[in-house]
């Protein structure tokens, strides 16, 4: 096992990783078994309310089972999930703790990749990864974890948290319920893309003592200035595409990448890319209308952010309606790439399924 050193360039690592895929029962017996010392959580960069919730709930299952103490990581934390943090007195460690760690989870997320600088300051020793997400299964996975809960079919992370905790037998505590809340509607879009397992999770919840009012209320944040200006010179931007029955919007931005994005569906793209810039690194976002999944068989993490990724030196992934890739490259360079793929794709569905090549009514 001398190859588990794990390394953040793909280039140097030699060898797969045994990676083991468990259910919530035997992710909570593992967890457990190695919760003698202290666990670090580590959150994606721009953590949102799910990584935070979903993280902020594991730690307290840890700590009421077993009196080890977790310690939560996180590069960066977005509007919503700043206010959570406040509201619910969470802390988020400086990132050099996080070097003395033998234990850590990986919370929604799955390729390191998406933890930013705190990469700098993981774990060098051989520590157990552990890793609880729903975003699309990334092959580096295998590379630097141990043990995985993992389902892309829920839409949020705190669903499979949830799942653990029920399996723990303890009482759930109304601040826990209403962390799994935020993150749930946070991540299903105040329930715009809920399946019926979304519903049944979160009533759990409610019985649990969530309160939707309240956690409607804690996510409902106004949009900074900054980001309605970034919106609005996006938006002036935007080139526009209108292929294969579907309105394509591509732009770009210096940040709010993903909001830009956001904001381009709900002005009536079909499909939406926009790349920011950031010093020498290249950031993408990609979103797409539902529709677009359901019609036309589209997903935009594995077919056009994973490769794409992959050819700017960097990586990609996300949800098939929601994605996002970072490497180097120069940014019309990239955003030329994701679009090529996002063709080839489309052309090939389309080839596959002429019945998709009707207009979108998403
Ligand atoms: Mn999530």
């Known amino acids: 096992m001398s190859c588990r050193k794990r390394s953040f360039h793909s ?7 045994p990676l083991i895929l468990l259910d919530s ?19 994606h960069q721009s953590a949102d309310p799910d990584a935070v919730g979903s993280a902020a709930a594991l730690s307290t299952l840890l700590k009421t089972k077993t009196g080890v103490n977790c310690t939560l990581f996180a590069e960066s934390l977005n509007r919503s999930a700043k206010k959570i943090v406040e509201t619910f007195n969470l802390v988020i460690a400086p990132p050099e703790q996080l070097t003395a760690f033998s234990t850590v989870i990986l919370v929604d997320l799955n390729n390191l990749d998406q933890i930013g600088t705190l990469a700098e300051h993981f774990p060098k020793d051989d520590c157990v990864v552990f890793c609880v997400d729903h975003h699309v299964f990334h092959p ?8 995985v809960l993992h389902d892309d079919k829920v839409r949020s992370t705190a669903e499979l948290v949830l799942k653990v905790w029920l399996e723990s037998g303890i009482s759930m505590p109304t601040n826990v319920a209403n962390l799994l ?16 397992s979304t ?11 969530a309160d939707y009012l309240y956690v409607r209320s804690l996510l409902h944040a106004p949009l900074d200035k900054s980001e309605r200006i970034a919106r609005l010179k996006a938006t002036r ?18 940040s709010y990448e993903a909001s830009v994005c956001r904001a381009l569906i709900s002005v009536g793209a079909d499909i939406a890319i ?24 589209l997903d935009l993490a594995k077919h056009v952010m994973e490769p794409l990724g992959e050819i700017i030196g960097g990586s990609g992934g996300g949800h098939p309606t929601a994605a996002g890739a970072n490497g180097r490259a120069d940014s019309e360079h990239a955003l030329g790439l994701a679009v090529q793929l996002l063709r080839k794709e489309l052309k090939a569905r389309l080839k596959t399924n002429p019945s998709s090549d009707k207009p979108s009514n998403g």
């Open 11 to 17: 280039e140097s690592l030699s060898c797969e990783h």
């Open 25 to 43: 029962s035997q992710f909570l017996a593992e967890l457990l078994n190695r919760a003698k010392t202290p666990i670090a959580l580590i959150l």
């Open 140 to 147: 580096k996975l295998s590379q630097i974890a141990d043990f």
């Open 181 to 196: 809340a935020c993150a749930v509607v946070y991540d299903s879009r105040h329930f715009g893309n809920a399946l019926s």
């Open 199 to 209: 519903f049944e999770h979160f009533i759990i919840l409610l019985k649990n003592g």
């Open 237 to 254: 931007r935007t080139v526009v595409y209108d292929e294969f029955n579907l309105l394509i919007a591509v732009t770009k931005i210096g």
């Open 274 to 297: 926009v790349c920011a810039m950031k010093k020498d690194e290249v950031r993408l976002s990609a979103r797409c209308k539902p529709s677009v999944e359901n019609d036309y068989g």
